[in-house]
């Protein structure tokens, strides 16, 4: 089983900062990775598939880079909705596998 | 637009099974491009895939849970649904139907797959 260990579990960002979350793999997952945001009470929201593509309609100030095993979300400069957990999710033996991060949680400074 | 729904008891006793359906509108389930599938999240903790299935019928389980699992389809009423055996308060949880998409095709084959869009999610709560 690929195990994806995010960090830091929570990070604490002032509006208009840029918030970096890191992804790691225990194994290459090549570009296979996706990201999801989670406000409290809904669901997951794709963000980014393929490590770097953007979902529709997500904004520019998402980014994702990376492949192998390290991976990267950044978001440029934070707003106030974009407070929230954030989750990477690896697909690269799927099927029959695929598995997620622990999350980070985006919070106010 | 796509959209799913869960839908199922939101109370389960104690070693029963947890029965949930999930329903498809705006687009079709027989689509050989999608795969369909269950995630929960407990409360206060992260996301753990359930299992997944394709309209064929061929399924996909977390081997944590694939002694206790069954996902099946109904491509008439456009719904799937997950049945959970022998459930315990561990069960508790945040239930979501997701359909997985691909990356990109190449002729025929599909690659890369990762989950959009999501059901709203139903909580079920094991408790006698």
């Known amino acids: 089983e690929i195990v994806m260990t995010q960090s830091p579990a929570t990070l604490s960002v002032s509006p208009g900062e840029r918030a970096t979350l890191f992804c790691r793999a225990s194994?290459?997952?090549?570009?296979?990775l996706a990201w999801y945001q989670q406000k409290p009470g809904q669901a997951p929201r794709p963000l980014i598939y393929g490590a770097s593509t953007r979902a529709t309609g997500i904004p520019a100030r998402f980014s994702g880079s990376g492949s192998g095993t390290e991976f990267t979300l950044t978001i440029s400069s934070l707003q106030s909705e974009d407070f929230a957990v954030y989750y990477c999710q690896q697909y690269n033996n799927w099927p029959p596998f695929l598995t997620f991060g622990g999350g980070t949680k985006v919070e106010i400074k | 637009q796509l959209q799913l729904q869960e839908s199922g008891p939101g109370l389960v006793k104690p070693s029963e099974t947890l029965s949930l359906t999930c329903t498809v509108s705006g687009g079709s389930i027989s689509s050989s491009s999608y795969y369909w599938g269950w995630i929960r999240q407990p409360p206060g903790k992260g996301l753990e895939w359930i299992g997944s299935m394709y309209y064929s019928g061929s399924t996909y389980y977390n081997p944590s849970l694939k002694s206790r699992v069954t996902i099946s389809v109904d491509t008439s009423k456009t719904q799937f649904s997950l049945k959970l055996s022998s459930v315990t308060a561990a069960d508790t949880a945040v239930y979501y139907c997701?359909?997985?998409?691909?990356?990109?095709?190449?002729?025929?084959?599909?690659?890369?797959?990762?989950?959009?869009?999501w059901g709203q999610g139903t909580l079920v709560t094991v408790s006698s």
């Open positions: 194994q290459s997952v090549s570009s296979n």
């Open positions: 997701a359909r997985q998409r691909p990356s990109y095709c190449s002729g025929t084959t599909c690659y890369s797959y990762w989950f959009d869009p």
